[in-house]
């Protein structure tokens, strides 16, 4: 069966300092990958997503970035993080586009 | 306005009660819907997905109506354990854009 795993759980940041959360996924191949970010209290909101293996699709501007340098690996990475970048971020799969995402258990990340 | 929109609630019922969401999306190119629950600090589980002809999984029915771009969660005898948010999921059209609602808040009482 397929599994995803995403780490690390919380982590708790300095303004300007950078980032990088990974996702990984098992039990299949040519995933589907997705990061999203959900803020306190509010729905969940696409960054990146990814067909295969260096195919990055960005959907909003930020100072944030993402890498595939693996099928099954995803990276959401960013140089200098701001207060704002604070939220649940979730890494996602699925088969195919349009069929359902599977998430991970998501990192916290606060910014201080 | 808002692509998914939902009721945001909260819904507050006694267990045994049925509960309906409804969900309504302005995208008609819209091939894909699902519905997913969250629970407190967690990340969203799939819980079905809606086919047009409506299905059903044990107390969960579901129902997609493409002329008035809604679709429902219908939950019966409601538990304590179905106490959580439940997120409407549309596809957007294109491939990969998927859009979620803000999600529907749901507390089952003793």
């Known amino acids: 069966s397929q599994t995803i795993h995403q780490w690390p759980a919380t982590l708790v940041q300095p303004v300007g300092s950078p980032l990088s959360l990974e996702c990984t996924v098992e039990g299949t191949s040519n995933p589907n990958l997705y990061w999203y970010r959900q803020a306190a209290g509010r729905g969940l909101q696409l960054l990146f997503y990814?067909?295969?293996?260096?195919?990055i699709s960005s959907e909003v501007p930020q100072n944030l970035s993402a890498s595939r340098p693996q099928d099954r690996q995803f990276i959401l990475s960013s140089k200098k993080l701001l207060l704002s970048d604070s939220g649940f971020y979730l890494c996602?799969?699925?088969?195919?586009?349009?069929?359902?995402?599977?998430f991970g258990d998501g990192t916290r990340l606060s910014i201080l | 306005r808002k692509e998914v929109e939902q009721d945001p609630g909260p819904f507050n019922v006694p267990e045994g009660a049925t509960v309906a969401f409804n969900c309504t999306y302005s995208?008609?190119?819209?091939?894909?819907f699902f519905w997913y629950r969250q629970d407190c600090r967690k990340e969203p589980k799939l819980l079905m997905s809606v086919y047009s002809s409506g299905n059903e999984d044990g107390r969960f029915t579901a129902q997609l109506n493409r002329a008035s771009q809604y679709i429902s969660l219908l939950i019966r005898d409601s538990k304590l354990s179905d106490s959580a948010t439940y997120l409407c999921?549309?596809?957007?059209?294109?491939?990969?854009?998927?859009?979620f609602g803000a999600g529907t808040r749901l507390t089952v009482k003793p």
């Open positions: 996602a799969w699925s088969s195919l586009p349009g069929r359902a995402q599977h």
């Open positions: 990814s067909v295969g293996i260096g195919q």
């Open positions: 999921v549309v596809n957007r059209g294109s491939n990969n854009d998927m859009r």
């Open positions: 995208n008609s190119a819209s091939q894909s």
